[in-house]
């Protein structure tokens, strides 16, 4: 019995974690948008939909592990370590900027070396092959770690996608893909992408496991990715995981998706929110009540806001610091 309470309380203690990881990542994505609205911020590539199995996936792996994830991956981030006050220099393109020293757009380049997120790039899917090149890298070197490389559906529609996922399963690499499919590629329904809207049932032709959840669920998202990261630790290669999830927002801010989406459909993806699914999973668990989630949720708001007014007061890059750690010797 008393190990049984320890694990329940172990299990409390992170799915309290992975419920506030969220609550910074919507904090930090409603603040952009209100950012960009006031002409202060340039642009904001919403993470809103896909903070579940974000943070699930993320929080499978290890310290030790490496995530590649893409430009959309906000939530990624926050559970490898990244602050809003470290975000929100990014967001206004400030010198201190730890992840592109304000040389890119809010999460669309970026790397942070010291909490193993490598570079993310905007040339969708580039960085699958790469995220199989550091798996591969680290079978060679018998290093025991893991990659997670996520991806949205696509990214599944290029070729790097075939290469990438194909190269892993070949030299039965320690790597977990994760696609987070929304169902759109901007604004190309999946199904003009696919004739198989179940990326998962791919894997069987690269010889991997292939795994379709709920990505709106996040225990459900954990689970999955913990048996993904454990058989990639075995040796027994990679796996390829379909989390079903729904985009709120925008592609971006210079995305408007009433163009192409009805109004139904957004009312739908609105009720399918993994945050404020988790959030009632919670309460019903009584792990936390609901005024206490909301809670959590006003002070992460009230800190996103306060990173903002900070970040926009720090000091500008110098021009003469422009091609700095550009080229070799610089």
């Known amino acids: 019995m008393a190990t049984a309470t320890r694990a329940e309380g172990a299990t ?36 809103r ?23 959309r991956g906000l939530a990624n981030a926050i559970v490898r370590g990244l602050t809003m006050k470290e975000w929100m220099l990014a967001v206004f393109a400030k010198a201190g900027d730890p992840l592109s020293a304000g040389r890119n757009i809010p999460g669309g380049c970026y790397s942070y070396r010291k909490l193993k997120i490598a570079s993310v790039s905007q040339v969708v899917a580039s960085w699958i092959p790469k995220a199989a090149g550091i798996a591969y890298a680290a079978k060679l070197k018998t290093e025991g770690s893991v990659t997670l490389c996520t991806f949205g559906d696509g990214a599944t529609s290029q070729g790097e996608f075939h290469e990438g996922v194909n190269f892993a399963a070949v030299h039965r690499l320690p790597v977990v893909f994760v696609c987070e499919n929304n169902s759109y590629a901007i604004s190309v329904p999946i199904r003009l992408q696919m004739a198989n809207p179940d990326v998962a049932d791919r894997a069987a032709g690269y010889g991997i496991a292939g795994v379709t959840v709920d ?11 913990r048996e993904a990261v454990a058989r990639a630790r075995r040796g027994e290669g990679p796996t390829l995981i379909d ?27 609105a009720h399918h929110d993994p945050l404020n699914r988790f959030s009632a999973w919670l309460v019903e668990r009584r792990w936390i009540t609901a005024e206490g989630a909301a809670e959590v949720q006003a002070a992460c708001d009230a800190e996103a806001s306060e990173a903002a007014d900070w970040a926009e007061q720090q000091p500008d890059p110098l021009p003469e610091d422009a091609l700095k750690n550009v080229f070799s010797g610089t």
């Not at 927002?249 to 009312?267: A, I």
Request: with cysteine.
């Open 49 to 71: 939909g896909h903070e579940g199995i974000q943070v699930a996936s993320t929080a499978a792996i290890g310290p030790d592990d490496w995530l590649v994830p893409h430009y």
């Open 12 to 47: 409390r203690k992170l799915y309290l974690n992975l419920h506030r990881w969220m609550c910074m990542a919507k904090a930090l994505d409603d603040r952009m948008h209100i950012l960009v609205k006031q002409g202060r911020a340039p642009f904001v590539g919403s993470s």
């Open 243 to 269: 989390a079903k999830i729904w985009r709120i927002n925008s592609h971006t801010s210079e995305d408007n998706h009433l163009k192409y989406r009805t109004r139904q459909e957004l009312d739908e993806a």
């Open 215 to 225: 990505g709106t669920d996040v225990p459900a998202c954990h689970e999955v990715c």
